[in-house]
């Protein structure tokens, strides 16, 4: 197998990734899936092999305090990786951007104008303990005509160093350059920072973890940058709200699985509805581990929850905690959302169309979910087979990043000799 070892620089790395972008750019259709089956399939051969270097990072990170929410995100398991060999199976049945036609026209003067999707080149991503990342971004810039620098969190090196290894003998085995594929041994802070300045061989950084991280990255970077991921995400249970869905939908988005981006971490609920509402998913939420943390009136209905402090609004928890508040109306839904939105995701449950219209037009986030789930906010859900991130910006991309855009475009001018007078 292919050791993806390496004591080279980070900028040598970059810059062997940056020397095979074309070849990335040219690669087939059919190669490029074929490749993609291939990485499934290897997958599958070496999960108790990728399981034995999970381990090691589990038993590190347990050693070293890491939370339960990170815990459950390094951690891999043979459902796990079945899974991310899907994704790849699904990316590779994705319509290839590359090369697709976005528009056409026909100037006066004959000159025939197109716009077409072009590899951005090579891309970096950072990342937190999250090994199936380490797959699934793999996955998406062979797709995409992409050559790829990978920085995963040092919790997680074991992990990402066996993954990458066993896809980057897949790819070679294919015909692809293994230099199009480059995990970082470096995994330091000071090592990000030079990462992200690397402009003549870099086209774009992803970061992928905390506020901390994305902060940092977007502060230093002079690659260009998409802010992805930190989700201090709400539902509003307006008046309106089918209370039995609401239930299910709030258990959902907080418990299916805490230590996501787009898990629940904010309930606000209609005062009419609050009593009614509050004491039906109390339960549930405390047979499911959930703490509340409420504001005053939410104590008067649930005196047994903690009291709320101004720092609960704005935290994204990643754990069994939830925040709630009741509030007046949809209009103060909506100033709280506004005030403390991360412009991930943020939920409404209601029936009300007015109420709905209302909230639609007047929340700004990367996606605004309707009596559904937050939890559906993800690439994969979307149809798009896995994701690079969830983009919380406005330029280029916003939501899940799936291979449209990982891409660029580019103008192709064809003419007959015209001439501009």
Known sequence: MISTHTTLSIEEQCKRAHKVRFVMASQSTEVKNKVLHHMAESLKTHKDDIIRHNEMDIKSGIQSGLSKALIDRLTLNESRILGMAQSLIDIAHQPDPIGEAVSSWIRPNGLHISKIRDPLGVIAIIYEARPNVTADAIGLCVKSGNAVVLRGSSSAQHSNRMITQVLREAAVNEGVPGEAIQLLEDTSREGVQKLVTLRQYLSLVIPRGGASLIQSVVTHATVPSIETGVGNCHIYVDKSANLKDAINIVINAKTQRPSVCNACETLLVHEQVASDFLQQIYPKLDEKGVEIRGDDKTRERLPACKKATNEDWDTEYLDLILA??????????????????????????????????????????AAIVINASSRFVDGSEFGFGAEMGISTQKLHARGPMGLTELTTTKYIVEGNGQIRS
């Open 324 to 365: 709630v508040k009741v509030v007046a109306d949809i209009n103060e839904a909506i100033s709280h959302i506004q005030m403390h939105s991360t412009l991930h995701s943020e939920s409404i449950i209601a029936s009300d169309e007015k109420a709905i219209s209302l909230f639609k037009n007047n929340i700004d986030a």
